[in-house]
């Protein structure tokens, strides 16, 4: 594990220097998924399913708190960084920000959100559908501000990050009764949600898109929220939620080699950060963390959002010793690990 560990170190200094030596290529990375990527949408919408208050933000520049479910930096702005593109990706919705900013790094996500429009509903968060708008709408300014030709390219050769399911299951399949009356099995849920998924992919390319990462489930039976409820197996990792991410994400991966074989010019990859997540929640220390199990903000066992407290006496000091930041949401240092293994095992290619 340490050898790995010490190649990873290796690669981000060749990634650094490829970036620096090969920038251009790659003219933006634009967003799509949940709260693993929202860089602050839903502070533009009314929702709850927000983090724009401390603590959150406490170890991003300037302390300031933009929405990003992390105590920093999340995983595209690293990507984005890699890319010798700037070091943060702004929110579509954010008004401060205008079509030239967006022209090199554009977030459509919303935490919160799913496949299924049903989960976007639960927090009146923005739905997948709704994302594809905004893009949209975002195409258009392309144009308006840029020409065809320039914006065409935009489109054409920029990365795609999309990152995006856990909800469905976490917050909408096991939490809502209505979803399960209507899909017996998991499996017929899974089944559904990969259709939707497959909509949207061909939607995207229909759009333009070619260069797109597609991230799915995370460990999730090991979300410390998870595992606070698993109380029958003294809060270890709930298996059957990995088990269930574990099979979903192996039909993501199906779907990946489907559309590639599908669609001419497609460059979809399966940039599964699965296994990786897991090997950090399960031996931390060989990744410089101290704690696995509970995320930094209040108790670390259900905090997140409204419930991270400022003023919680119970809160860690140095949250990038946490694999966790809050009860659901990795800390700023487990996104940069997760992005620098996703860059050099998936996305070096697109450098
Ligand atoms: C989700 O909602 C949008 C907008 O109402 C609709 O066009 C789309 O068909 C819905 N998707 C599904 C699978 O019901």
């Given amino acids: 594990m340490m050898k790995l560990y010490i190649l990873w ?9 490829a970036s620096i030596s090969n920038s251009g290529k790659v003219p933006a990375i634009i967003v799509f998924g949940d709260s693993s990527v929202d860089s602050g949408n839903n502070n533009f919408i009314p929702t709850i399913a927000r983090s724009n208050f401390p603590p959150y933000g406490k170890d991003f520049p300037n302390g300031n708190p933009t929405g990003r479910f992390s105590n920093g930096r999340i995983a595209p702005d690293f990507i984005s960084e890699a890319f010798g ?16 900013d967006f022209a090199t790094g554009v977030c459509f996500a919303s935490a919160g959100t799913g496949f299924d429009n049903a989960t976007a509903s639960v927090a009146d968060v923005i739905p997948l559908w709704k994302e594809v708008e905004f893009y949209k709408d975002y195409q258009m300014k392309l144009r308006a501000n840029f020409g065809d030709k320039k914006a065409n390219e935009i489109i054409k050769e920029s990365l795609y990050l999309v990152s995006i399911g856990t909800n469905d299951f976490l917050e909408n399949y096991y939490t809502l009764p209505q979803t399960r009356m209507k899909y017996k099995t998991v499996q017929e849920y899974e089944d559904f949600l990969i259709a939707l998924a497959d909509n949207f992919l061909r939607e995207i390319y229909d759009l333009g898109a070619r260069k797109i ?9 090991c979300l410390p929220l998870e595992r ?19 099979e979903f994400n192996a039909k993501l991966g199906w779907l990946v080699t489907k559309l590639n074989k599908e669609l001419h010019g497609f460059q979809l990859v399966d940039a599964n950060a699965y296994n990786m997540l897991l090997q950090i929640v399960k031996h931390p220390s060989q990744f410089g963390f101290e704690d696995a199990t ?30 966790f930041w ?20 998936y996305l070096a290619k697109f450098l």
């Fill in 213 to 221: 990462s597609l991230t799915g489930l995370p460990p999730m039976g």
């Fill in 85 to 100: 593109l700037k070091p943060t990706i702004p929110a579509y919705l954010d008004p401060s920000y205008s079509i030239s």
């Fill in 294 to 323: 509970v995320g930094c903000c209040g108790t670390g066992r259900f905090e997140m959002g409204i419930f991270c407290d400022p003023k919680s006496p119970f809160s860690c000091k140095n949250a990038n010793k946490y694999v």
């Fill in 9 to 17: 170190l290796f690669s981000i200094q060749f990634l650094l220097h």
């Fill in 326 to 345: 809050d009860a659901f949401h990795p800390s700023e240092r487990t996104s940069q690990l997760v992005s620098n293994y996703l860059m050099q095992k």
């Fill in 228 to 246: 606070a409820i698993n109380i029958m197996d003294l809060h270890s990792c709930v298996d059957y939620y990995n088990d269930v991410a574990l």
